[in-house]
């Protein structure tokens, strides 16, 4: 069986190049992948983008209002063009590959699971646990219920220690309320931090 696995991670932590590392792998050995991003991540436009300078364009951008099986099944039998037929010629799809799971609205990411069990195709899933004020993301929230596998990729806070959290500034200041989405480089910095960092930046406090 098939199964759905969530790789996640603080902000710089690689996500999006093990992702696309991943892509190669299986690309290598002649088997087809399908990538898919949140539309709601407007980074890149339309691009996987590692902060190695590597990208990729997606195969497929997800709005919230979108199913996300019946949006994959349609373009993996190469019937994306609203019910032109199915293109019998193309392989099966060897594996989905999500960046920036945690914008997955709670239905799609149960769409993932039935992509795995019930359509047979493995799902790996990338993104971050919680936002900059400690809350997990509706999405990453139910990966971390439903992934039948779950792994960290670890980095480093500036003082060494191992990396939990994402701080969001605004110029050089710190911020801890606001809307949970705000696109890095748009209004808004990240920086990865320890929990010891965190706790300093905010004076003890997790969250508002």
Same mark, same amino acid.
């Given at each position: 069986?098939?199964?759905?696995?969530?790789?996640?991670? +603080?902000?710089?932590? #690689?996500?999006?190049? +093990?992702?696309?590392?991943?892509?190669?792998?299986? !690309?290598?050995?002649?088997?087809?992948?399908? =990538?898919?991003?949140?539309?709601?991540?407007?980074?890149?436009?339309?691009?996987?983008?590692?902060?190695?300078?590597?990208?990729? !364009?997606?195969?497929?951008?997800?709005?919230?209002? !979108?199913?996300?099986? /019946?949006?994959?099944?349609?373009?993996?039998?190469?019937?994306?063009?609203?019910?032109?037929? &199915?293109?019998?010629?193309?392989?099966? &799809?060897?594996? =989905? =590959?999500?960046?920036?799971?945690?914008?997955?609205?709670?239905?799609?990411?149960?769409?993932?699971? %039935?992509?795995?069990?019930?359509?047979?195709?493995?799902?790996?899933?990338?993104?971050? %646990?919680?936002?900059?004020?400690?809350? +997990?993301?509706?999405?990453? +929230?139910?990966?971390?219920?439903?992934?039948?596998?779950?792994?960290?990729?670890?980095?480093?806070?500036?003082?060494? %220690?191992?990396?939990?959290?994402?701080? %969001?500034?605004? #110029?050089? /200041?710190?911020?801890?309320?606001?809307?949970?989405?705000?696109? /890095?480089?748009?209004?808004?910095?990240?920086?990865?931090?320890?929990?010891?960092?965190?706790?300093?930046?905010?004076?003890?406090?997790?969250?508002?």
């Amino acid at each position: 069986m098939a199964k759905l696995y969530f790789r996640y991670g +603080a902000m710089n932590s #690689g996500k999006s190049t +093990a992702l696309l590392q991943a892509a190669f792998n299986y !690309e290598e050995r002649g088997q087809r992948i399908v =990538l898919v991003k949140p539309k709601v991540d407007t980074k890149g436009e339309g691009h996987i983008v590692s902060r190695l300078g590597v990208q990729r !364009e997606v195969n497929i951008l997800l709005a919230p209002e !979108e199913s996300a099986r /019946d949006t994959f099944l349609h373009h993996a039998h190469g019937d994306d063009d609203g019910g032109l037929g &199915v293109n019998v010629d193309l392989p099966p &799809v060897a594996c =989905l =590959l999500v960046d920036e799971a945690q914008f997955l609205t709670p239905e799609q990411v149960d769409d993932l699971m %039935r992509i795995a069990v019930l359509d047979g195709v493995p799902v790996l899933a990338y993104g971050i %646990r919680t936002d900059f004020r400690t809350r +997990a993301f509706p999405g990453s +929230a139910r990966l971390l219920e439903l992934a039948h596998t779950v792994e960290e990729l670890k980095t480093i806070c500036r003082c060494g %220690r191992k990396a939990l959290f994402n701080g %969001r500034r605004v #110029g050089q /200041d710190f911020v801890f309320s606001g809307s949970q989405i705000a696109i /890095d480089g748009e209004t808004v910095t990240y920086e990865s931090l320890c929990a010891a960092c965190y706790l300093k930046e905010t004076g003890g406090v997790l969250g508002e």
